[in-house]
Nanobody, 126 residues
Framework: QLQLVESGGGEVQPGESLRLSCAAS????????IGWFRQAPGKEREGIAC????????NYADSVRGRFTVRRDNAKNTVNLQMNSLKPEDTGVYYC???????????????????WGQGTQVTVSS
């Protein structure tokens, strides 16, 4: 069973950066499209980024495009989300998830994601 673990969350001030990591133990992430999602208090979960198996194609929500970057680190078996120019509205619990149906050359945050991590808290506040 694929188990995902997020790390790297914390509290930062507006304009600062954080890097989140999504890791799996015992299983390579190379077989799955990986998505990043977040949920702010009182709001629905939002898909914000995804990356395909090869790493050659990514997709971003408008709310984070240009500020967030998702990349694979195959040597460490992680998928990282670099978050720059953070805003208070970026506050929430961030989750990574794996889409087992990874045959498509593109990914979508609207696809079905089979495995989810427990989440890591990101707080952006002055």
């Amino acid at each position: 069973q694929l188990q995902l673990v997020e790390s790297g969350g914390g509290e930062v001030q507006p304009g600062e950066s954080l890097r989140l990591s999504c890791a799996a133990s015992g299983v390579t992430l190379d077989f799955y499209h990986i998505g990043w999602f977040r949920q702010a208090p009182g709001k629905e979960r939002e898909g914000i980024a995804c990356i395909v198996v090869s790493g050659r194609s990514t997709n971003y929500a408008d709310s984070v495009r240009g500020r967030f970057t998702v990349r694979r680190d195959n040597a460490k078996n992680t998928v990282n989300l670099q978050m720059n120019s953070l805003k208070p509205e970026d506050t929430g619990v961030y989750y990574c998830a794996a889409n087992w149906n990874a045959r498509s050359p593109i990914c979508s945050m609207q696809s079905h994601y089979n495995s989810w991590g427990q989440g890591t808290q990101v707080t952006v506040s002055s």
